[in-house]
């Protein structure tokens, strides 16, 4: 089975400090995904890669970069965090082509205090 | 652009009760159909899948059929469950070069009582 991994469940941080999201997957999939989720919003994409090195941005990119230096790895940071980017943050890869459904970790909810 | 359109919720049934959750989608492309499940605290599973036209999706006694004329993928079980009380995403995927980016509808919320 597909295995996708954050790195934490839970996290709490201080408004201003950099904050990193880590996602690893076990499938040699060639695309990830950062969304985050909220009441009432659903799920909305804030950036997404390829391949390695790659990434474009999704709908909410403002406020977040990303990093993609393996394969398997992707990261997701909050270069300053806001109280608003409370919330909970999925990533999920799929293996491309002809292969489109999605895999997701378990979630890290993020708490901006 | 891509969009899905699924039934607000909550939706609230009784054990052994029909459930129906409507999803009607607009692509550019032939996207690929799928059900995700999201149970409490956790991240997204894959529930059914459909890749084409007439094509039914099931898993676990739920299914669903890819609809191309009325751009439908209704979500089906005869009998829930408890344990069925969980959120239900619809989304697509576009199966060309961004293949693997999926829309998602906004989620319905299910119940289901004793």
């Known amino acids: 089975d597909v295995k996708v991994t954050q790195s934490s469940r839970y996290l709490v941080k201080r408004t201003g400090e950099k904050v990193f999201l880590e996602c690893v997957q076990d499938m040699d999939h060639e695309n990830m995904f950062w969304y985050r989720q909220d009441p009432g919003l659903g799920l909305r994409l804030i950036y997404f890669s390829y391949d390695v090195k790659m990434k474009e941005k999704g709908d909410i990119p403002e406020g977040y970069s990303v990093s993609r230096e393996k394969k398997e790895r992707f990261s997701l940071i909050l270069e300053s965090a806001s109280t608003n980017q409370t919330s909970m943050y999925l990533c999920a890869s799929s293996g491309g082509a002809g292969r489109t459904e999605a895999f997701f970790g378990q979630g890290t909810r993020l708490t901006v205090v | 652009g891509d969009s899905v359109t699924q039934m607000e919720g909550p939706v609230t049934l009784s054990e052994e009760a029909f459930l129906t959750i409507n999803c009607t989608y607009t692509a550019t492309g032939y996207p690929s159909l799928f059900w995700y499940v999201q149970y409490p605290g956790e991240g997204l599973q894959l529930l059914l899948k459909?890749?084409?036209?007439?094509d039914k999706g099931s898993n676990k006694g739920f299914e669903a059929t890819y609809r191309k004329e009325t751009t439908s993928f209704h979500l089906e079980k005869g009998s829930v469950q408890v344990s069925d009380s969980a959120v239900y995403f619809c989304a697509l995927s576009d199966r060309g070069t961004n293949a693997g980016k999926s829309t998602f509808g906004d989620g319905t919320t299910l119940t289901v009582k004793p």
């Open positions: 459909a890749t084409k036209a007439d």
